[in-house]
């Protein structure tokens, strides 16, 4: 009888999981491992997604036993449990699907290189993006550095069928295993979302039913629900991103009529795929500035704003809503993702990389690629991103995208009587309208802890030092 080892990371789902697919078709036996990683370089992942993953991993185990699959759940370094795991098991072979950070790769090529050397055949297969990074070149070879080419690129390639989930029969119900412990997280979170890889499926179908005919012309206003909010399935792998993009083609067939707002759809699915070639090509995204000259920006020391924004008591209503619907449910919309981010990058003059940070621990979708590639994108540094000078006024953006003020008043609930001309700029508000509607500006809703107009001149001064301005 032989046995196969799956080492599951990213992939926490049985349907287009090549690994596990092909242990399946390959070994009579296959055992599933899961390594709450602790090795030397490895970015520890953050609290909420967490939480995430210790239900989709709970989840993972009852459809993997349904399929005769045990999946073992250990912490430590994957450095020596997975040889251990794998020589324990007499495994023959094992497999897994590849992941694309520079620290990442590196440690998988050494447990490669390790099993190998112990007589265990060890296998990486592509599953977590539409193509695989190195596979999408400019016409000299090269990664590219804009967006548009390389969905131009992507879109023309054949994007490989999902295979079907493994087959098996059930030898017994197991638990998953104590070594990974539920962390300390706000069990609110539950309330806002279904977790694993059935719900991720509906999500999906739903998504295409009910929201893309107006996605394209709606993703923008946060308080709509019309985007599709796979992004934490996404990031634990509970669906894969050639899932999405073929059951979105076959969409297209069946209801030609939606084909640009799904095509819209699949541009934007397309920008995951556009971080992880930087993170596969790029040095450390997380730490290192995507364009050299941004090195050298004296970013602010600003502590008490720093916890103001995170707090979201900003004094700047949509910042605000933005941070607190972060807070509670491990998910902000991207507009005001664009929004926070700028504030905090270029109003407050604070480093990306504390508010890529605070996103790293509070989001349920917080993914080593799309955080910090987007982080840079706002700030400026990244790649294809926004001109320096194109600063949000978060005020304007809110009278713009949440033009009756729903999405503050959701969030800011101190601001609900506001009427809509007020409800982004209290602080312009006259005062008989603020005590009619029991607000206090620095008692029940905070003053605005920066002026947008005079931060605006200050970032513009010191990204224009940079010379910023040469690109
Ligand atoms: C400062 C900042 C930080 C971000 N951090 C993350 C993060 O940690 N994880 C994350 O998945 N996304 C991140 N994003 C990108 C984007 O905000 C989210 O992917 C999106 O809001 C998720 O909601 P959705 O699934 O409903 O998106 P939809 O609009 O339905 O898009 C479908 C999928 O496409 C991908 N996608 C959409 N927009 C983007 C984008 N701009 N960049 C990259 N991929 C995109 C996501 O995988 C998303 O789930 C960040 C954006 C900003 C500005």
Redesign the pocket.
């Known amino acids: 009888m032989s046995t196969a080892l799956v080492w599951l990371r990213n992939d926490l789902r049985l349907a287009d999981n090549p690994a596990l697919f092909t242990a399946s078709k390959q070994h009579d036996r296959v055992v599933a491992l899961y390594v709450d990683e602790a090795d030397d370089g490895l970015r520890p992942t953050g609290a909420a997604a967490r939480w995430w993953l210790h239900e989709s991993l709970e989840n993972l185990a009852r459809s993997l036993a349904e399929i005769g699959i045990a999946l073992k759940v250990e912490a430590g370094k994957s450095r020596d449990i997975l040889p251990a795991e794998a020589r324990g098991l007499e495994a023959a072979a094992v497999h897994w699907n590849r992941r694309y950070g520079p620290k990442e790769r590196a440690l998988d090529a050494d447990i490669k290189e390790d099993l190998r050397t112990q007589g265990i055949a060890a296998h990486s297969h592509p599953g977590n993006v539409l193509a695989e990074p190195w596979t999408v070149e400019t016409g000299q070879g090269r990664p590219y550095s804009v967006f548009t080419p390389f969905w131009k690129t992507l879109r023309g390639m054949d994007i490989e069928h999902p295979s079907p989930a493994p087959k098996g029969k059930a030898k017994r119900s197991i638990k998953v295993d104590n070594g990974y412990k539920q962390p300390h997280w706000a069990g609110k979170l539950g309330q806002h979302w279904s977790i694993g890889e059935g719900a991720a499926q509906e999500r999906l179908a739903e ?1 295409l039913d009910e929201s893309v005919a107006g ?1 394209p012309e709606g ?1 923008d206003f946060p308080a709509r629900p019309v ?6 399935h ?2 634990f792998g509970e669906i894969s ?1 050639r899932q ?1 993009w073929h059951t979105a083609h076959a969409f297209i067939h069946a209801h030609p009529g939606k084909a640009g707002a799904v095509d819209k ?1 699949l541009s ?2 397309a ?2 795929d ?2 992880y070639h930087q993170l596969y090509h790029r040095d450390d995204i997380a730490r290192v500035p995507m364009q050299a000259k941004f090195k050298g920006l004296h970013w602010r020391h600003a502590p008490a704003q720093l916890r103001a924004w995170q707090t979201g008591m900003t004094g700047i209503p949509i910042v605000d809503a933005g941070m607190r619907e972060l807070w509670e449910t491990g ?4 507009r005001v ?2 929004l ?2 700028s504030f905090l990058t270029k109003n407050l003059l604070v480093d990306w990389r504390q ?2 940070h605070w ?2 621990d509070c ?1 349920v ?3 080593e690629a ?2 910090p ?3 840079q ?2 700030a400026g540094s990244g790649l294809d991103a926004a001109p320096y000078f194109r600063i949000f006024n978060p005020v304007t953006q809110g009278e713009r995208f949440d033009v009756t003020g729903d999405y503050v008043r959701r969030w800011v609930p101190e601001l609900a009587s506001l009427p809509d001309k007020f409800i982004q700029k209290p602080f312009e508000a006259p005062a008989e309208a603020l005590s009619k509607t029991g607000v206090k500006l620095g008692d029940t809703y905070p003053e605005p802890i920066a002026d947008l107009k005079q931060t605006r001149q200050r970032a513009l001064d010191a990204f224009a030092d940079l010379g910023a301005n040469d690109s």
């Not at 985007?227 to 934490?232: D, H, K, V, Y």
């Not at 998910?331 to 991207?334: D, K, L």
Request: proline share 2%; aromatic share 24%; charged share 20%.
């Open positions: 998504f996605y993703r985007t599709s909010r796979l992004s934490p996404l990031r991103a999405i759809f934007e699915l920008w995951r556009f971080s998910y902000m919309h991207n993702r664009m926070t981010a508010g890529e996103f790293w989001l979708d917080a993914d799309n955080n590639a987007s982080w994108w706002v």
